[in-house]
């Protein structure tokens, strides 16, 4: 992989770099000319689908599933548009240290094979390679800083090592196919020859999995301090009277990333100790979410949803809503209509008669993404909950400080997310995302001088105030910049100010850079 001196070389590239001459040979003789190599090995995938179709190719794994090849080569294909799509088009992400696996790809899936049984097994093997390379180029950007720790160095020691496994299959594939028919016959590394090296490089995926968990561990701890230095939010927590606490702040302060470690301390303590009274929680901004109307009904379902289901791991519901569905049904079907989904009120009465037994602590991220009338209508649900509850209820909701007239009668603390608080939080953020997108090569090609990128920070510091989104959006607008004198011009005629100004020049560029980026910006954001 030829590279300039002067940029670190990626991951692949070392791995590449360590493997022995005949590795390196099978993988280079694989290397094309065609500028989207991406999109070529979608074509090809797209070929064999067609074929598979048309003659039904089922083969037989070694434990004895039966594997519909058309359906295998469905997911290989969504793994390349993922790999395509996420973040690429607005953060103009280049491949091409990656243009020789996917070269590799290209090669094996354009050999004519007649054997369903190797053809099935290569497809399947493939398959898992995609998803691997896939998923650990988002996970080397949020795990792996320019300055490391050493649980990171520790990643990226074993990712290199799942990297040299995935490499290391794929020049064995090459080399196999490009053996002839009759003696791959009697090799095929495809089939049960080789099932050892899978189970390598699964194993070796477990090892990078099991370091991240340490390194999510470690952040938990210092996310858990940067929140308890909220003093109404310790109050909140420690309180045994029931409460509502209102956490607010302007769009892109970290309301919902404060919101998400309190959510995920708060799991970790379940996890430890079963007797801990019942929580639940909601992200009302979650894409997933806004599938179904944002609306009281819709919220309090899901609280009661997550109350239902018992927390021994077990995932059995709970007696107190099996009686319910029981009696929902009796009178569904004496009136012979179809089961009516439950409403507010119905919920707020399963959840009293649970209060009977447990406290309760809710968790309702960005309220203020209803409507007014539905906003109004939750808090007063909450409020009756708190208010009636034999046991404490204590509910903790996020809100932009613009639209909290509806609740703040109804609170009883409120924290407001100002640049104080955040300012700690603010600068390790800027400083990840910046070592981020050099390490990763997305700005400049990692071409930084230690001046540009003393001079990004304090433009970023200096216009971010309480903004976390803010910042993002900015990098990602700067990584567009082709040279260095384009980026100081950037940061010297002033950073638009706005969330909003951002969101056009993002959307403005997505639409300028052609069809390709166009549509895959309408698929990621229908």
Known sequence: MTRSASVTPSLWDQTFDSLDS???????STRTHKRDILEAVLKEIEAKRDLALRKRWKF?????????????????????????????????????????????????????????????????????IARIITRYREFERLYLQATKSELELMLQKALIR???????????????????????LIKTPFRTVDEKQLHQVLAQEAEVLKIAKLIDTDKILNLEAAVTRLSNYIDWQASNSPSILL?????????SMLCSMIVDALLSTAKNDPSVAPFEYIYCANPDFEEAPCSSDAVMRSILGQLALDRTGRRTVKNFLYSEYERQIAIANVNGVELPRLRTQDC?????????????????????????SERHALVSTLEEIVLKADNVVKVLVTSRSSNIAAIELTVNKQIQITSDET????????????????????????????????????????????????????????????????????????????????YEKSLSHIFEIGMTARDAAIRIFS
């Open 22 to 28: 005949g590795l390196r040979k099978s993988l280079n």
């Open 60 to 128: 037989k794994k070694p434990n004895g599933d039966i594997v519909v090849v058309r359906d295998v080569l469905g997911k290989f294909a969504r793994w390349i548009y993922r790999f395509k799509e996420t973040g690429d088009v607005v953060a103009q992400y280049n491949p091409a240290h990656l243009s020789l696996q996917w070269a590799a790809f290209r090669f094996v899936l354009q050999i004519s094979v007649s054997e369903i049984q190797v053809f099935g097994a290569m497809a399947d093997d493939l398959e898992n």
């Open 162 to 184: 799942l990297y040299v496994e995935i490499l290391t299959r794929l020049a064995r594939g090459v080399s196999f196919f490009r053996e002839k028919s009759i003696i791959r």
């Open 247 to 255: 956490m607010h702040g302007i769009t892109g302060s970290g309301k």
């Open 348 to 372: 707020v009465r399963l959840m009293l008669e649970l209060a009977e037994q447990d406290s309760l602590s809710i968790i309702i991220d960005a309220i203020d993404t209803f409507k007014k």
């Open 423 to 502: 300012k700690q939080n603010m600068k390790s953020f800027v400083n990840h995302l910046i070592d981020t997108v050099i390490t990763s090569k997305l700005l400049l090609e990692g071409r930084v001088s230690p001046a540009l990128r003393n001079m990004l920070i304090k433009s970023l510091l200096d216009g971010a105030e309480k903004m976390f989104l803010w910042v993002k959006l900015q990098i990602e607008r700067l990584c567009r910049e082709k040279t260095e004198d384009d980026v100081v011009m950037a940061l010297e005629s002033n950073l638009p100010e706005y969330l909003n100004q951002l």
